[in-house]
């Protein structure tokens, strides 16, 4: 009996399968690259956030391992990040392995890995993936897409956590911001020490940031630790380092997380203090042509936009003249006219308008 009632199961799930397309992710693409510098077919997820025609506007791109697992949840955590207003429009890549039935598991060791341990055979060869994304990927998404040279982020995890340290200490600058979601820092007997050492003794490396992270209930808590503890021994001017502990979290549960708050921290804005005396002048009533209103006020040390009673947000300066919310997507910015402040340009995230001062 217990037999017939798993065949009639699988025939009714194969025959609603057969009545139901898949379930797509709208705006997203897949390409195939084939790399001549591995000697492998890659695919490619490709979906732009937030991305327009705008002339000459050009937008960061977010370059992610494992895409075969990862891509959908990055997706969602780029759109709820945007939504929110903490990142700009970004594109995203996903990379993973192409070719029939790639085996994940034995690639990823391959390419993520920096030096041949055994029993792992074929590791060794993140060498020769990073050049790949150097000479290749990133020529190639720069040529395809409208993309900020100098505006890149690279985030992985375990492995993929351990190539994306490899990669900013053996080729510093490639990319600005680097996010590392459980890195298995322990590779070879903890090799990447010795990588970290020699970007150490190089000196002078561009300005960039890492974001790392390991969940509380992971056995290698403590050696984590004392690698996080190790770079902030070197006293680092040019890396600016973030190392949380994620509570009740294991291994594959840091990437939500990790990859949300990374991306916060890649695309963090500045936060200027601007004189109580300059943000004086942008306070008064604006309306639009449409009538809809709004107000300006300083409060503390900041400025308040109020739409209608009830409904109002602290600014943040991000420069003289432009401003931005962090409870809502709403960027302001103020228009001069013959050392006046006459305009305010309201950006939501669906819409802008500009809105006139009255008074």
């Not at 997380?257 to 921290?265: A, N, P, W």
Request: hydrophobic residues 35%; charged residues 20%; contains cysteine.
């Amino acid at each position: 009996m217990k037999n017939f009632l798993t065949v009639i199961f699988t025939f009714v799930s194969l025959f609603a399968a057969s009545q139901y397309p898949p379930v797509d992710l709208p705006g997203s693409e897949k390409r195939k690259f084939a790399s001549k510098i591995v000697g492998q077919e890659y695919e490619l997820h490709i979906q732009a956030t937030g991305v327009t025609n705008e002339p000459g506007k050009k937008y960061p791109v977010i370059y992610l391992l494992d895409s075969q697992w990862d891509f959908p949840l990055v997706r969602s955590v780029i759109g709820q990040q945007f939504y929110d207003g903490f990142i700009p429009a970004v594109i995203l890549v996903g990379i993973t392995w192409g070719g029939e039935h790639p085996n994940h598991d034995s690639l990823r060791v391959r390419d993520f890995t920096p030096t041949n341990e055994a029993p792992f055979l074929q590791s060794g060869s993140a060498r020769k993936f990073l050049s790949f994304i150097k000479e290749e990927l990133i020529p190639y998404m720069e040529s395809e897409f409208s993309t900020d040279k100098n505006n890149r982020v690279l985030m992985g995890c375990s492995f993929g956590g351990l190539f994306t340290m490899y990669s900013l200490f053996e080729e510093p600058g490639l990319f600005q911001s680097y996010i590392a979601a459980s890195p298995a820092y322990d590779w070879d007997k903890q090799r990447l020490y010795s990588f970290e050492k020699k970007y150490f003794d190089k000196k002078n490396h561009p300005g960039t940031k890492l974001y790392m992270t390991i969940g509380d209930v992971e056995p290698g808590v403590p050696g984590y630790n004392k690698l996080f503890q190790h770079l902030q021994s070197r006293k680092y001017s040019n890396i600016s380092m973030r190392s949380f502990v994620l509570e009740n979290t294991g291994h594959s549960g840091t990437k939500s997380e990790t990859y949300s708050k990374g991306l916060q921290f890649a695309f963090e804005r500045p936060q200027l203090m601007l004189p109580k005396e300059d943000l004086k002048k942008y306070t008064g009533i604006y309306k639009s042509e449409n009538n809809k209103n709004a107000s300006i006020h300083v409060k503390g040390d900041q400025l308040e936009l109020l739409l209608s009673p009830g409904n109002s947000y602290l600014l943040y300066a991000e420069s003289e003249n432009s401003f931005y919310s962090k409870a809502e997507f709403f960027k302001v910015k103020f228009g001069i006219e013959n050392n006046k402040v006459s305009t305010m340009s309201l950006q939501t995230y669906s819409s802008t308008e500009i809105l006139r001062k009255t008074q």
